[in-house]
């Protein structure tokens, strides 16, 4: 993995623009805690059901999904949540909204776990969503040094990760010569590839191309999917090359928080104003964890 370091807003403007100078697209994610894998939120608390060898584990064990260990896990049942989201919500959309990963979509941006990963095209969107909203942690002295040295693993700071989603595409896609003409994915248009690639055992596959929700176009919003297989997509060797990271101490935050209000990057600015869609998802959200913890814990 290629790593980063800033300290300030000029600094990440410099790393960013360095970045970008091929001049190919690049998805920008900003997380508030380095050490946070390239996990779906669904996806982030699952249970060994059954090992490798198709062995019932009972009771269920709290499984790493970067253990490697390759067994059968439960995780949050994302299809009864958007579902239940979508029947609820649907009287509230400014738009029509047909089709699963359309509505999956949708649920991940009002708070609904789902199997897909934010993005965004706008690097000060993601640096805000690494710096924004969270406790100011302590940085120590050595958190950069182990950064750099461990390839970007370690504490003490937020990251912002970078990916070329034509890149990642050319390596998941399990299309013949797909890599011989890559393409990201369109929501839309390729609506039926992609709840396929939702309920199939394959690596992250990046799409774009829905822009009808106003926060998601607000937010520059792009999306990679990661289906029945759990681990994080900084785990596979073979992405870990087209990965960049950019660690924010946090002793830098105080200071980029406040040039980013200065600039109009603010919560109302980027996730524009709450709605019942929010309040719909919050109550989904909590009562399928709390039966779900219930049931595994």
């Given at each position: 993995?290629?790593?980063?370091?800033?300290?300030?807003?000029?600094?990440?403007i410099?790393?960013v623009e360095?970045?970008?100078?091929?001049?190919?697209?690049?998805?920008?994610?900003g997380?508030?805690?380095?050490?946070?894998?390239l996990?779906?939120?669904?996806?982030?608390?699952?249970?060994?059901?059954e090992?490798?060898?198709?062995?019932?584990?009972?009771?269920?064990?709290?499984?790493?999904?970067?253990?490697?260990?390759?067994?059968?896990v439960?995780?949050?049942?994302v299809?009864?949540?958007?579902?239940?989201f979508r029947?609820?919500?649907?009287?509230?959309l400014?738009y029509?909204?047909?089709?699963i990963?359309?509505?999956?979509?949708i649920?991940?941006?009002?708070g609904i776990?789902?199997?897909?990963?934010?993005?965004?095209?706008?690097?000060?969107?993601?640096?805000?969503?690494?710096?924004e909203?969270?406790?100011i942690?302590?940085?120590?002295?050595?958190?950069?040094?182990?950064?750099l040295?461990?390839?970007?693993?370690?504490?003490?700071?937020?990251?912002v990760f970078?990916?070329?989603?034509?890149e990642?595409?050319?390596?998941?896609?399990?299309?013949?010569?797909?890599?011989?003409?890559?393409?990201?994915?369109?929501?839309?248009?390729?609506?039926?590839?992609?709840?396929?690639?939702?309920?199939?055992?394959?690596?992250?596959?990046?799409?774009s191309?829905?822009?009808?929700?106003?926060?998601?176009s607000?937010q520059?919003?792009?999306?990679?999917?990661?289906?029945?297989?759990?681990w994080?997509?900084d785990?596979?060797?073979?992405?870990?090359?087209?990965?960049?990271?950019?660690?924010?101490?946090?002793n830098?935050?105080e200071?980029?928080?406040?040039?980013?209000?200065?600039?109009?990057v603010?919560h109302?600015?980027?996730y524009?104003?709450d709605?019942?869609k929010?309040?719909?998802?919050?109550?989904?959200?909590?009562?399928?964890?709390?039966r779900?913890?219930?049931?595994?814990?």
């Amino acid at each position: 993995m290629n790593t980063y370091v800033a300290k300030s807003l000029t600094e990440y403007i410099e790393i960013v623009e360095k970045i970008g100078s091929n001049g190919t697209e690049k998805w920008y994610r900003g997380q508030s805690k380095c050490e946070y894998r390239l996990s779906p939120s669904a996806l982030r608390k699952v249970f060994a059901i059954e090992d490798q060898s198709g062995y019932k584990i009972d009771p269920p064990l709290l499984d790493n999904t970067c253990s490697g260990s390759n067994n059968v896990v439960a995780f949050l049942p994302v299809d009864q949540m958007v579902a239940e989201f979508r029947k609820k919500a649907k009287n509230h959309l400014e738009y029509d909204a047909g089709t699963i990963i359309e509505w999956e979509c949708i649920a991940q941006h009002y708070g609904i776990p789902t199997r897909v990963l934010d993005w965004t095209t706008n690097a000060i969107n993601a640096l805000f969503f690494a710096v924004e909203d969270c406790p100011i942690g302590k940085t120590n002295e050595n958190d950069i040094t182990h950064f750099l040295e461990s390839q970007g693993f370690g504490s003490g700071g937020g990251a912002v990760f970078v990916i070329d989603p034509l890149e990642i595409n050319k390596k998941t896609v399990p299309i013949k010569n797909f890599d011989k003409n890559p393409i990201i994915f369109d929501a839309i248009k390729d609506a039926e590839i992609l709840e396929t690639c939702l309920h199939s055992m394959i690596p992250p596959v990046c799409f774009s191309g829905f822009n009808k929700e106003k926060r998601i176009s607000r937010q520059a919003g792009k999306f990679s999917t990661t289906g029945t297989l759990v681990w994080p997509m900084d785990y596979y060797t073979v992405l870990q090359k087209q990965i960049i990271k950019i660690f924010i101490p946090y002793n830098a935050y105080e200071a980029i928080r406040h040039q980013l209000s200065a600039l109009g990057v603010t919560h109302n600015t980027i996730y524009v104003e709450d709605d019942e869609k929010d309040i719909i998802a919050k109550a989904i959200a909590e009562e399928t964890r709390k039966r779900f913890d219930s049931k595994f814990s």
